[in-house]
């Protein structure tokens, strides 16, 4: 069974740091895009980033780029989102997820239940 | 990034048929993907590619697309179908992955 558990979040101030983890188990990790996803309260889904499976390649929205950091650690089957600069408009639950198919950059299939990051002073 | 559109909120009769649909200049190019979230759950893939259920989704749910266009149907809506559904795409530069806004399904 796939399985993503996220951690790391919790109250940070503006201009702040945070890094959040999502150990995964249950499938060949190394084999697969994974990415992170977030949901403001009350609000829609907002794609943050996306990493290949051999973190060779990486992808952000504009609206993370310069200031996340999306890496892997293929030997710990452990994704990491590393956040800077952060703003209360970051403030979401942020979810870990894994591509439907293996190797592919194919849609998110499977999520972790979310870690919730509160940006306020 | 180009933007998607869906309408806010629908509402459908239990049993009945319903299809949301998202806009987008960039569906001219992509497929979208659909997805369904019930409060406090993260999302769930329904649709993916050119009309595609992964494992364990009901037949009942269906996509399709048409110019700037991508449709998600629900033939015989049912009470557990109430949700969010979202629409997910690649942008023009196939780059970035976008949502949109998210069509909140009644089923009266």
């Known amino acids: 069974e796939v399985q993503l558990v996220e951690s790391g979040g919790g109250l940070v101030q503006p201009g702040g740091s945070l890094r959040l983890s999502c150990a995964a188990s249950?499938?060949?990790?190394?084999?697969?895009?994974m990415h992170w996803v977030r949901q403001a309260p009350g609000k829609g889904l907002v794609w943050v980033s996306r990493?290949?499976?051999?973190?060779?390649?990486?992808r952000y929205a504009d609206s993370v780029k310069g200031r996340f950091s999306i890496s892997r650690d293929n030997a710990k089957n452990t994704l990491y989102l590393q956040m800077n600069s952060l703003r209360a408009e970051d403030t979401a639950v942020y979810y870990c997820?894994?591509?439907?198919?293996?190797?592919?950059?194919?849609?998110?299939?499977?999520w972790g239940q979310g870690t919730l990051v509160t940006v306020s002073s | 990034s180009s933007e998607l559109t869906q309408d806010p909120a629908v509402s459908v009769a239990l049993g009945q048929t319903v299809r949301i649909t998202c806009q987008g200049d960039s569906l001219r190019s992509y497929y979208a993907s659909w997805y369904q979230q019930k409060p406090g759950q993260a999302p769930l893939l329904v649709i993916y590619g050119k009309n595609n259920r992964p494992s364990g989704i009901p037949d009942r749910f269906s996509g399709s697309s048409s110019g700037n266009t991508a449709s998600l149907t629900i033939t015989g809506a049912q009470a557990e179908d109430e949700a969010v559904y979202y629409c997910k795409y690649r942008d023009s530069s196939g780059y970035h992955w976008v949502f949109a806004g998210g069509t909140k399904l009644t089923v009266l």
């Open positions: 997820a894994r591509a439907r198919g293996d190797y592919g950059d194919y849609e998110v299939a499977f």
């Open positions: 990493i290949n499976s051999d973190g060779s390649i990486t």
């Open positions: 249950g499938f060949t990790f190394s084999s697969y895009w």
